[in-house]
């Protein structure tokens, strides 16, 4: 069984940085689109950036500078890491890592496409 789970959430400043952590156990395939989303309470889950099999990235738009996203680990337990530098409190949210068996070339942003999610971590951007 598939199990993401996330850490590294907290409170910051304007113009801080957080790295989240995403621990991936029990994915045995070579394919798929793995990476963060991030949900306000009362909005619908965004994606932020995800990664295929090839690593190949796709990255928010709006986020793209701010928020770097990287692969470490071994091939049993990967972990995925997303460093969030200059953070604002628009940036204020939970973060989820979510995953998929789709892979390269099919990778998007789009939270549907993503059956297997963490519980998620709260990042909280405030003076």
């Known amino acids: 069984q598939v199990h993401l789970e996330e850490s590294g959430g907290g409170s910051v400043q304007p113009g801080g940085s957080l790295r989240l952590s995403c621990v991936v156990s029990?994915?045995?395939?070579?394919?798929?689109?793995i990476g963060w989303f991030r949900q306000v309470p009362g909005k619908e889950i965004e994606g932020v950036v995800v990664?295929?099999?090839?690593?190949?990235?796709?990255?928010s738009d709006p986020l793209k500078g701010r928020f770097t996203l990287s692969l470490a680990g071994n091939k049993t337990k990967p972990v995925l890491y997303l460093q969030m530098d200059n953070l604002k409190p628009e940036d204020t949210a939970t973060y989820y890592c979510a995953l998929n068996a789709i892979g390269w070339p099919r990778c998007t942003l789009t939270p549907g496409s993503y059956e297997t999610w963490g519980q998620g971590t709260q990042v909280t951007v405030s003076s």
């Open positions: 990664r295929d099999q090839l690593g190949g990235m796709l990255y």
């Open positions: 029990g994915y045995a395939d070579n394919k798929y689109c």
